[in-house]
Every structure is written in C-alpha cells, then in structure tokens.
DNA sequence: TCTCTATGTTAACATTGTCAACATGATTTG
DNA sequence: CAAATCATGTTGACAATGTTAACATAGAGA
C-alpha cells in the first residue's frame, strides 16, 4: 500500500510511521501491547530513535491519539454531510456510527478517551476551546457552519442549529444540547465496550431506545 | 480512627490495610502513584508481602475497585432510600450525587471503570447478569423490589419501574430506560472529569439541562 | 516439644522508559 | 570541492517496577 520513498533519508519518514503503526497496535493489541521497544523492531529502527521525533512516549502518544480522533471524525463525518436525507435520518445514522465505531475498535476508543490526556487535561480544561462561545453567540447560523472546524462536536453543534432553525428541535443553548448528546453517545460506548451492560449483544436494540428517549426530549412539539 | 488490633498476627490486618491505603491513594494522588514498592513503605512492610494475599498487582487493584463501587454506592444511596420525598425528586438527586462523585473524586472514579478490568470484561460480557432477565420477566414491580440486590443499578431499576407503576414514566423496558440514564450519566461524568466539555466550570447548569432532556423523553405526557 | 502452615523478608531478574555518548547521512558554508 | 554543522540513528547503561525464588519466623495443633 504505503511505498514510502526509502531515498530520502535516513528512515524515511519515521515520525509518521511511529504514529500510524503505534495506531494500529493500539486498535489490534491493546494499549499495553505499546512498548517503545516493540515499536522499533517493528519498523525496523532502534528504540532511542524515537526521541528524536518525540519527547518521550507520552508526547508520542498524544499525536497517537489525535490521529485516532482523526478515524473517529472520518467515521462519522458521512452522516453529517450527506445533505440528502432528512435532518433527523442523519441525526440517527451519526449517533449509531458512533458508538458503533467504538464497538468495533473497543481498544482504539479506549484509547481515545483514556488516562492519557486526563492530567493535562484537567489543567489545560479552563482556556480550553474560547472558540465554542463564538458559536454560542453568533446570532445566524448559515454563518456558524461557515466559521465552524472540521471537529465532529462542532459539526453536531451546527446540525442542532440547523434543528432548530427548522423548528424540529426546542430552542435550548445548543451546545448544552450537544453535550447531552454526547454524553449519552459516550457513555453507551464506554459501558457497552467495558462490558458493564448486560445487554451488550444487542447494541442496536440498546442505541434505539436510548435514541428514542433523547429525541422526545429535543423535539419540539408531540403529534 | 481505624486503629487495628494489631496483637493478633505479623502485621496484622495486611489484605484490608493494603486494598484501603491503595484505594486512598488512587483517590488522591492518581493512579500512577500506586506502586507495590511504594504502597509496602506506607504500610512498613516489604514489597513482597503483597504476593501473601493477592496473585499481582492487577489482582489487588480488582480488589481496590470493588472497594471503590462501594464508596459510590454510599455516596448515592441516601437518595435511593429516602422515601419522604417525592420520587422524581430522588431521581434528579440521585443524578446530581452521581455526577458530584465523579467530579469530586475524578481519580476514583476514573479507576473504577478504567482499563484495569476492561481485557476481563470483555471476556465475561456474555455471561454476566443473569439475573438482571428476571427483573425484567418478573411481572410485579413489589416483588422485584424485595428480590433486588443493593446494587446501585438495580435501585435504579426499581425506581424506574416504581415510576412507572405510579404512571410518571412511559413503560418502556426499565432495563433499558437505566441503561440510557447511567449512560448519560456515565458519559457526562466522564467527558467532564477528563476536560472534554468547554463549560466543566457550571457542572450544575450543565446537569440540568441533561435532566430535563432526560426527563422529557421519559415523562408519559406533558402538561 | 515438634511440626506444619501462614505470613513476611531479602536478593535477584526481566521489562520498560529514558538518557548520554557516539556514529553517520545530509545540508550548508567557506 | 572540503569542511563544518545539523539532523537522524545506534549502542550501552541506568532507574523504576512487577515478579519470583529461597529463606526466615510466628502461631497453631499434634
């Protein structure tokens, strides 16, 4: 598939080799199949190699996991674009790419949402994304999908929007409204691939109720 | 506050003092900071002593989440038990005690449902809870109450169906109605802990507006 | 008392992340 | 073009950690 140029240099392009095989070990073997060690013999280099690409194995790891948001965005991003079907079909089709995505790549998602991040995170969470209340406070929203990135919660913020717009969904802070969501999505993925639900054999069946349940909160009037 | 009798035997209470002190220090320091070398110097015994009561570290740490499960159960069932007020009051209570736990002891409650068990999970997905099918085959809501276990999760069930007998709530399968509310929850507490949402600051304000999505796809009709 | 089992200690080992010192290919500079 | 400089890769070593084996000891029961 993937013929890097083997001219250029030393390796190659051993920094995005790194991050691309530490992905896939990641999805097939788990997290802890991660060792800097087995890394290199994989791709052929020495284990110190790494360090001139990245810090250490946590840095190594962040552009890991950014790489990995990069497939869950990929995952959901057709049913966010497909300007065909109704609203409501999409909004339908996202939540169950979602946790379907999770479902199939457990130790990816995992991953993701995992221990990694969580200290920085927790420090970095105040300044974290000042570009959300431009959203929350632009008036128009044609305007908002313009300015809106290319990040999935961005994209289900401007479907809400949109929802609201044409009067399906109730007026209620969007983003407040994509949290919900999200959570819900979130933590059906994470109790269905931690085993903690009993009915984890029909996850279908378990996302169509939870579905159900959300969308008779959001919608606007009952028939 | 605990003071072991320590006359009996060689240290005495060995297996409780380390799932306890483990437990403590997960809660304070994180997860990383739990070493066995580090956790036999606080205890001032020898590393090895550890291997006398558990197989490994993964088996202690098994050990230590139970003991945590515990401490989360505590800290909701005051609201699953108070029967003065009304039960739909008990439910956002419930909600509100179970997001405060997460966020006020993040580290606890990341290791709880945390990679540690994830691998094993995985495995004994399909056998477990059995007994959850005969809540939901049992046809009388009473019944099911006494024969419950005090599992937070099974509270939740009864409470639903008690819900449901008194015609506040649309009768769904209760199983899957908790499923969609501990996902909710799950998720929020998750996505909050570890900096995923841009509004960690108000988590009330951000409840709310879950509660009352979550309520109003519950609730049998609206005013 | 003697023996046995439960519990605890010490020393050693393998794995892993990390770093320092060295080596080499590529690029720039005189 | 030759030399210097930088980027990249390699080797060896080290500290931390989980784990195990061999040894030690306290308490219980014959």
């Known amino acids: 598939m993937k013929k890097k140029k083997h001219t250029s240099y030393h390796h190659g392009n051993l920094k995005e080799s790194l991050i691309h095989t530490a992905l896939d070990m990641v999805d097939k073997e788990g997290l802890e199949a991660i060792t800097l060690r087995e890394l290199a013999n994989r791709l052929g280099t020495s284990r110190s190699a790494i360090y001139r690409h990245f810090e250490g ?20 991003e057709p049913y966010f674009n497909n300007k065909e079907s109704p609203l409501l079909e999409r909004f339908h089709a996202m939540g169950i790419s979602y946790v379907t995505f999770a479902t199939e790549n457990p130790n990816l998602y995992r991953l993701l949402f995992g221990p990694v991040m969580s200290k920085e995170r927790e420090e970095v969470c105040e300044t974290e994304r000042p570009d959300l209340h431009k959203i929350l406070h632009g008036d128009s929203s044609a305007e908002v999908i313009e ?50 639900l009993s009915i984890s054999d029909n996850v279908q069946a378990v996302y169509e109720v939870n579905y159900k349940i959300l969308l008779e909160g959001l919608v606007r009037s009952h028939s």
């Open 147 to 196: 300015t809106a990135p290319d990040d999935s919660f961005h994209k289900l913020v401007t479907i809400i929007i949109e929802a609201q717009d044409q009067e399906i969904f109730k007026k209620e802070d969007p983003i407040l409204i994509a949290t919900a969501i999200w959570s819900l999505l979130h933590g059906l993925s994470m109790l269905i691939i931690d085993g903690h």
């Open 57 to 76: 194995k946590e840095a190594l790891m962040k552009q890991v996991i950014l790489a990995g948001f990069d497939r869950l965005d990929a995952a959901i």
